[in-house]
Each structure stands twice: as structure tokens, then as C-alpha cells.
């Protein structure tokens, strides 16, 4: 045996050893996300936090519950946030959801990561990074396939697969739910091995996380409220030119403000300015010197469609009357005719009536001339 192969096959054996190493002392290191009915966290939390301490202490993990207030974008739901190895955070899951269970009997979630006629009892809904996501998903879908066979669970992923959130989005929520804890564990566990094998959850343990998930979740509080300042801004400001135009509709004509603008019409003659610039230019303007009371630009852009749309009237109304008196002249036509036909039927039997009389002269007349000799 070459000294390269026994190298390579120690190297092998020492990464076997240290992978059965890490599966004993726990899994690999993960952080997750999950999320609970506020109805739930006090028996989480539990009084004074004690059981929140024993969870900590037992399973050897860092568990945070967000404030009370922060909950999830889209949900009523607060975050509790895990750290540790894989088989302790299932341990610590295993716990939470006996304790949502007890709190949310008969009731079923309404959140938009809820799934359908599922009570909120059988569902564990994880956030993860949307490249953790893909793991959990796997190569055309085989990964989720697996597991819903296997387990016989529900999962969806949200944003769902496909869509174009899914693309964009910066984090995905995945709910797995299944009546028999036993078996929603199991599909848990599986679901956080292909979350062990993205690299944003191989790091150690950092207990900025917390703060940083928190501070997210304000920003986008805070995103939220100038978004709805700016849109009632918006609204104030249109308000406001909306009663400066009417203003300047029913304001009356002030002497100053002529001589200011050099405009010394009336603005019945400004009107009637503006209506001869339109016949000989075909622009549609205003008042140059904009003065209150007198035409505004739309006032001229109302009358130039009331124009067209009288000349649209009378132009269907023109047609209207040439289609008439088409219509009489073919009726006319049609008396002609018909009169035409009765005068020459009647004059074919009058000659056709002579005819006969002519013959019945002539034979009378041959049958004299006959009878004489």
C-alpha cells in the first residue's frame, strides 16, 4: 500500500470519527428562528423566567423571546430565537410546542403562514435564510417531496415556490404540521439537517443576533410609518391645489392684479381671447397673466371638449339627415317605379283590349261581305 493511500484513508477515517463526534455531542450548530402565539409565551417564559432557564440549561441552547409588541411581519406571532446544536434545538422545539398545544387547543391559526383548516397546535412554522430555503427544498422539489412521504406531513414554504417573492425575498417561513407530535418532530429534524448544510448556520453562537433581529424589526416599523406620513403629505398637498384652483375660480377680479400681470381685460373678453387663439392656432391656453377669476388653462381644455363634442353631434346629426333623405329618395324612387309599371301594364291592355275589339271587327265585317253574296 502507497504512502498517499494510507494518508488519504487516515484522513478519512479521523473526518468519520469527528462527524460521529459531533453527532453524539448534539449536531451540528444552527440558529433558527421560530414562531409562537403570544397566548403561549408566558408558559414559555414561565414565572420570573425560571422555565426559560431550566429550557436553557437543560438543552444547553440560547433561547430569546422578542419584546412583547415585536411580532413578525405579517403575523401576531412573536419570535423566539434558538441557538445550538441540532438535536437540542429539536429538544427545545419538542418543548415549546407541548406548551402551544396546551394553550391553543381547537384553534386554528389565521396568520398568512398558516396553513388551512390546521390547528395552530400541529404546526411548528421555522424562519430561516432563503438559501436555507433552498436546502430544505432540494433539487426540484425532492427534499420536501421526501419528507411529506415519508412523514406523511404538511409543509409549505412562503413565499411560495415559484413565485417572485420567493426570488427576492431575504428570509422564507417554513410551517410543517402533523397531528402526531412523533412524527412532526421527526419531520422537523429532517428539515434542520438541510438547514446544517448551509454555511449561514455553520457559525458559532453570537449573541448580536437577537439584537439585530430586534432592530430589523423596528426599522421596518419605522419604514412603514414615513410611508404613510409621505402618503398623507401627499394627500395634503393635493387637497391644498385643489382649493387654490377654486379659489381662483370664484375669487372676484382684483384691479391690482391686472396692472401687476399687464392684463386690463374683462375676463369675459380674456374668455373670449382664448376661444379665437384656439380657432387659429389650435393651442389650448389660459389667461397668460393667470389672474384669479379669469380662464385657466383647464377651463379652456373643458370648453374645447364641450366644442368637440357639439361638433360630434352635429356631425351624427348631418349624417342622421342625409341617411334621411337617402332613405326618401328611394322611397320616391320606388312610388316612380311602381307608378311607372301600373301605366305600362294599364296601357298594354288597352292595346291588348283594341286588339281584340279590331278582330271581332274585322270578323264581323268578313262574315257580312259572306253572307251578301
Avoid at 129 to 148: D, E, R
Avoid at 184 to 205: E, G, M, N
Wanted: glycine fraction near 6%.
Amino acid at each position: 500500500m502507497s504512502k498517499s493511500h494510507q494518508k488519504k484513508s487516515t484522513d478519512d477515517s479521523a473526518n468519520k470519527t469527528a462527524h460521529n463526534g459531533r453527532e453524539e455531542e448534539g449536531g451540528d450548530h444552527l440558529s433558527i428562528k421560530i414562531l409562537i402565539p403570544s397566548s403561549a409565551v408566558c408558559d414559555i417564559i414561565g414565572r420570573s423566567g425560571e422555565t426559560m432557564r431550566n429550557l436553557r440549561k437543560k438543552n444547553s441552547c440560547q433561547i430569546q423571546i422578542s419584546k412583547d409588541g415585536d411580532t413578525y411581519p405579517g403575523t401576531t406571532e412573536r419570535i423566539c430565537f434558538v441557538k445550538g446544536r441540532l438535536n437540542h434545538i429539536v429538544a427545545v422545539i419538542e418543548s415549546i410546542q407541548e406548551k402551544i398545544r396546551k394553550k391553543c387547543p381547537n384553534q386554528t391559526g389565521n396568520d398568512a403562514f398558516d396553513l388551512e383548516n390546521t390547528l395552530r397546535g400541529d404546526e411548528i412554522k421555522i424562519v430561516m435564510p432563503n438559501t436555507s430555503a433552498g436546502m430544505v427544498i432540494g433539487k426540484s422539489s425532492n427534499n420536501l417531496k421526501l419528507i411529506k412521504k415519508r412523514f406523511g406531513s404538511k409543509v409549505e414554504i412562503y413565499p411560495k415556490v415559484g413565485s417572485v417573492e420567493a426570488k427576492t425575498a431575504l428570509e422564507r417561513v417554513v410551517t410543517v404540521a402533523h397531528e402526531e407530535s412523533a412524527a412532526l418532530l421527526k419531520s422537523i429534524r429532517r428539515i434542520l439537517k438541510h438547514v446544517a448544510l448551509d454555511p449561514h448556520h455553520s457559525s458559532q453562537i453570537n449573541k448580536e443576533d437577537f439584537k439585530k433581529a430586534a432592530k430589523g424589526i423596528e426599522k421596518e416599523k419605522e419604514k412603514e410609518k414615513e410611508e404613510e406620513k409621505e402618503k398623507e403629505q401627499e394627500k395634503e398637498k393635493e387637497k391644498e391645489k385643489e382649493q387654490e384652483e377654486e379659489e381662483k375660480r370664484d375669487s372676484p377680479i382684483q384691479e391690482d392684479d391686472m396692472e401687476r400681470n399687464l392684463c386690463l381685460d374683462h375676463w369675459r373678453t380674456c374668455l373670449t381671447n382664448c376661444q379665437e387663439n384656439f380657432h387659429r392656432t389650435g393651442e389650448v391656453v389660459g389667461c397668460p397673466a393667470q389672474l384669479r377669476g379669469h380662464p385657466t388653462t383647464g377651463h379652456i381644455q373643458r370648453w374645447v371638449n364641450n366644442v368637440e363634442r357639439q361638433r360630434a353631434q352635429e356631425v351624427r346629426r348631418e349624417r342622421a339627415r342625409d341617411l334621411e333623405r337617402e332613405r326618401a329618395r328611394d322611397a320616391r324612387r320606388a312610388v316612380e317605379e311602381a307608378e311607372r309599371r301600373r301605366n305600362d301594364e294599364e296601357r298594354r291592355r288597352a292595346r291588348e283590349a283594341q286588339r281584340v275589339a279590331d278582330e271581332a271587327e274585322r270578323r264581323r265585317n268578313a262574315l257580312g261581305s259572306e253572307l251578301e253574296y
